[in-house]
């Protein structure tokens, strides 16, 4: 159940890979998130159903820290979150994963959609960086085969680590795609650069008062988490 095109909250189109020995080949993965008021924090689904290495335990637990840093400086993170890699019945490890389970969250936290036709691989760490991956072109190309075989739009294409440009080795075809505008890579370094790119909405930085305008990304984020906080004080939560 994979789209190519239109814009989902709290939806998003991750790149894996899956590494034969001899062969090693790219499958985009659909990743969600749904948020809500409560005091769980990030639920990882696959750790909770054994299906989770350490590594993507690990780039899970980063994504909760940034929240903490990025957005809840003076107010509690009061949220229960889950994300989850769907239709993914094998144990799945690595953090390349974490900067598209961020995006997914943000996403369902602040209600805004994300773009369906563009693909996303990348670590994060708890500043907001996004930090190169492995196979980085074996991820392109198998997105690319799974836009061709329902047809080129023109608008669809990959996110990308900007730290992995050196890295890439694509097939012609790939290239050619590229080039004649049928394809698209981005390359980022942050996850506001990110955020711009999937929503269409700019992320917005922060004021001298510790806020953020209040119509960009990271705004319409900090005033829902903020939210959640008095929902929870209000309910009686601890």
């Known amino acids: 159940l994979m789209a190519l095109s ?20 790219g499958r985009p993965i659909v990743i969600t998130a749904r948020t809500a008021p409560g005091n769980d924090g990030v639920i990882n689904i696959e750790r909770e159903s054994g299906l989770s290495g350490e590594i993507h335990d690990k780039g899970v637990m980063i994504i909760e820290g940034y929240l903490q840093a990025m957005y809840a400086r003076d107010f509690p993170l009061s949220m229960r979150a889950t994300i989850c890699l769907e239709q993914s019945y094998i144990e799945v490890d690595g953090d390349s994963a974490s900067s598209a389970e961020i995006y997914a969250l943000l996403s369902s936290v602040s209600e805004v959609p994300l773009r369906q036709d563009i693909a996303v691989t990348g670590s994060v760490n708890q500043m907001g960086d996004i930090q190169p991956v492995g196979s980085v072109s074996e991820k392109i190309e198998g997105f690319f ?51 711009e790119i999937l929503t269409g909405v700019s992320s917005g930085a922060r004021g001298i008062r510790g806020g953020f305008p209040p119509g960009s990304m990271n705004g319409r984020v900090q005033r829902r988490l903020k939210e959640m906080a008095f929902l929870v004080k209000d309910f009686g939560g601890n």
């Not at 814009?7 to 080949?25: H, K, M, P």
């Open 145 to 195: 085969e799974v836009c061709k075989k329902t047809g080129l739009t023109g608008a669809q294409g990959v996110m990308i680590p900007r730290l992995n440009i050196p890295n890439l080795i694509l097939s012609s075809e790939t290239q050619e795609a590229v080039r004649s505008g049928s394809f698209h890579i981005y390359a980022v370094s942050t996850v506001d650069e990110g955020l």
């Open 6 to 25: 239109g814009s989902t909250v709290g939806r998003v189109n991750g790149l894996a890979i899956q590494d034969r020995g001899y062969y090693a080949f």
